[in-house]
């Protein structure tokens, strides 16, 4: 059952990366960087889920990027429920 959950969340996964519409193609691949790191360490700061100095760093310079908006990050494609 857990892996089926696992591919359920994968498939969302894939779905809200592939649905960004960033101002730069670029962006959407960090997107997809940054959130897997997030995601695999969910309710961890940014350096304990990317577990080295590299990650945090793409991560934090993602989030500070004048071309990346919270609206851009929040209204990605699909809900989980569909």
């Known amino acids: ?6 591919a359920d969340e994968r498939a969302w996964f894939d779905k809200e990366v592939e649905a960004s519409e960033f101002q730069d193609a670029r962006l959407r691949e960090r997107f997809g960087i940054v959130l897997e790191r997030l995601w695999s360490g ?41």
Not at 1 to 6: D, I, L, T, V
Request: one cysteine or more; aromatic letters at 8%; proline letters at 11%.
């Open 1 to 6: 059952m857990a892996g089926k959950r696992q």
């Open 42 to 82: 969910i309710g961890q700061p940014i350096p304990f889920s990317c577990q080295d100095w590299a990650p945090p760093k793409t991560a934090y310079r993602f989030l500070s990027n004048d071309r990346v908006s919270e609206q851009d990050i929040l209204s990605r494609g699909p809900k989980m429920d569909e």
